[in-house]
């Protein structure tokens, strides 16, 4: 474990062309290529050949935006991820892969089979991205007339996680015998049923896929509201987070880290990895003209519509270039708003200004310079209580990737910071978490996960 | 369209390792080989080396059997039929591939994403086998004490269908722009809301992936009951069957044709695929004695319990030498049900005769000879209106499947009633079907699918 935790994580979180909002319109960009599968492959294969710990991808349940906004940006979600993530576990061999699916509107009993499955296809590299669904537009495409309260989704998925382990669980390891003389396939009394019978779902299994490689595929979580840290606290290994400033990222990595201690944890087995946007070159020069040259082609219309869908504000009437007005809190994404809300006011941004930075990575930091600077600044994190690793998230594809893996990684490598090659054969073997034990973690967890108004604020 | 007429179609349906149900325990068969991933993937290029039309997964919700009965046959759904059919079209090419994914427990917009991102991600290679779940264990595993009424699942089935329909066709084929120095990257005119809102969902739509290779993946259907035919009627374009007789498959083949006429569609355009399980070798003897070798292995508790599971017949309690007694019509699966009653009359099997049948296909023919023999059946089924093509059900793998490719192929080829190469790109391009055209097919189809109680007995 010590040699683990002295080394950084780093995921590759791919999306689209590119994380900036301007990516598929800049002039080295292919922007058809995120319809391709090839294209998925290929930048998996890159991640893979620098032995990053994983591929990341988001998802999310319905178009973006209101009706008369579409068109001003490609869909970036061409491919479910699940299916995505089986395509990309053909033609990869170590590298780790995440998929995003939401506990609101998928039943359990489906989401533990899809990663049960994931995790049998890849040979134990498979990682499940619990999220929670946040806006109106996706509770319509599941028969909801408007989205579950925040704290409601969450106590929903705080459920839905244990339910899940349950049935991952419901097969033991050595389950099955294949005695072809005496015709026992397996040992029926290694299966059992789960019957839960809880407040959200009824289930009463076993699954009909044997454990997974990893025991559990590992759990990210990526909400950081005061509801979403809870639910890591509770339930995740890899926490993925949005956080502006060293000082912020801070505050929040030891606030979880404290959290996971008092629900009975080991903090080591919750690796804390924020987003980072690096625009890295030779030179300082080169990186800020790169930086710039995605920034000038920002349609701020676009920009507009990106604030709302991950706030709720409708900003279409502000004034750009006036302050961010007082904003009411929503149901929607809690921590994203505050975020904002903060970053905003910090800097005495006008909303054209807050426009522009999450423009670039939707309100993670974004670090221009050459491989040292882009160094300098992960190191500080991860030495600093800030970061065990980064998902990082390229400006554009496939040359923002390339452009980390070509000059960032060598220089993490000659400080010793970046493994040389993978360790295991396994996700959870190469970030050091260990295989659960069945049942091991059930009495500790579901029972404590606290009703909503027995939750003091935190 | 004649062209594609004459020949017959084959399909690779791969069950584990192997159908019979004492496959596992042949000497030749590695009983862990299902839960390989590589398995699979080498099955499917040898299906495809033969250019085969598809390879088809069959599903199940819930472990087969009642708690006690588990272990004497391996499970054989160790992955999730759609994350499988991604990782197979990762290392294939031309193969069509079929998955099965239950209109009961699966929100519909997530089934439309699924198939529409398997289609993108194989290049138009999907087909969606739409099928009910009928059993209670099923049902107790997504929140429900027991099934839903037949009648009431296949109403459910023909909304969810059209509605899947409406998603697909929810972008235009020609929506996508990507104007760079515009910023438009698709038209948003050309993207709809469904705004569904039936007697069991309610969907706003848009999907979020845009229309797939296909148009729609193919869509397969296999129920054979009278609900189900009614169902394939009105929206199947593959219908999968078991068919013990020439007789029976004629009798099913005409009628079907006779309703798909009635429903306003074109007879040509929905193919009937019987299921076929080949004993093939070079002399009858061998094929004989291969047949008799796998039927010595069958034991006859697994017999008892898979004619349970299909029939909902509590055979336990019944003298295995006398005759099949009367049973009760359930909610569960009528067409197999009724099979079984029928070949058992016909035959004038004892049980434990009919459990021998069943153990070997699960009603469906079986065929034992050279291939010369079973070219002549399938030339017989397929001149004499029995059948488009078949659903191949190799008995063991991966030895079944080369049995067939290696034997019974270049006989068909040589009667030039099978392809030598595939015809187009597409899975609907080489079953001769039309891409269809976004919204045609609505009005047909889904106002004129009848209420239960309006439906007179056929």
């Not at 979600?77 to 170590?94: G, I, M, Q």
Request: net charge negative; aromatic share 10%.
């Amino acid at each position: 474990m010590a040699e683990h935790k002295r080394k950084i994580r780093l995921g590759a979180f791919l999306f689209g062309v590119g994380h900036h909002s301007a990516a598929w319109r800049a002039p080295d960009v292919d922007p058809k290529a995120g319809q391709r599968i090839g294209f998925y492959q290929e930048l998996a294969q890159i991640a893979e050949a620098a032995a990053f710990d994983t591929v990341f991808f988001a998802d999310n349940v319905a178009m973006h935006g209101a009706p008369g906004q579409w068109g001003g940006a490609p869909p970036v979600y061409f491919f479910e991820p699940t299916t995505l993530l089986a395509s990309l576990a053909a033609v990869t061999k170590r590298i780790g892969l995440i998929a995003t699916v939401s506990a609101s509107y998928t039943p359990p009993y489906q989401t533990a089979r899809l990663f049960a499955s994931l995790d049998h296809l890849s040979g134990g590299r498979a990682g499940w991205n619990l999220v929670t669904s946040g806006s109106d537009g996706e509770a319509a495409n599941f028969g909801l007339k408007t989205q579950r309260r925040h704290a409601d989704r969450y106590r929903l998925a705080g459920e839905y996680v244990d339910l899940v382990r349950k049935l991952w669980d419901s097969w033991d390891d050595d389950a099955f015998r294949f005695d072809q003389n005496s015709g026992v396939a397996f040992d029926g009394s290694k299966v059992r049923l789960v019957d839960h019978d809880g407040e959200h779902f009824s289930v009463r299994g076993p699954l009909q896929i044997s454990r997974p490689v990893q025991g559990h595929p590992v759990i990210v979580q990526a909400g950081s509201s005061d509801d979403g840290q809870r639910l890591a606290a509770h339930s995740a290994e890899v926490v993925f987070t949005a956080q502006p400033s060293l000082a912020s990222a801070q505050s929040f990595y030891r606030g979880l880290k404290q959290q996971v201690l008092a629900a009975g944890r080991n903090p080591d087995h919750v690796l804390i990895m924020p987003g980072i946007q690096p625009f890295v070159a030779e030179t300082r020069a080169e990186a800020e003209d790169k930086y710039a040259r995605l920034q000038d082609l920002v349609d701020p219309r676009a920009g507009l519509g990106m604030l709302a869908a991950f706030s709720g504000i409708d900003a279409s009437q502000l004034d750009l270039d006036g302050p961010l007005p007082n904003l009411p809190e929503t149901e929607g994404w809690k921590s994203r708003r505050q975020l904002f809300v903060d970053v905003a006011q910090e800097q005495h941004w006008t909303v054209r200004q807050l426009i522009a930075f999450i423009s670039a990575a939707r309100g993670h930091a974004v670090v221009v310079g050459t491989p040292a600077d882009v160094a300098d600044h992960l190191e500080a994190w991860h030495s600093q209580e800030a970061a065990d690793g980064f998902n990082i998230m390229p400006p554009t594809l496939p040359a923002g990737l390339t452009d980390f893996t070509r000059l960032v990684v060598p220089e993490l490598r000659r400080r010793g910071l970046f493994r040389e090659h993978y360790e295991a054969e396994t996700l959870r073997g190469n970030l050091g978490l260990s295989r659960p034990v069945p049942h091991s973690w059930t009495p500790a967890s579901f029972p404590s996960f606290p009703q909503t108004d027995q939750v003091a604020a935190q």
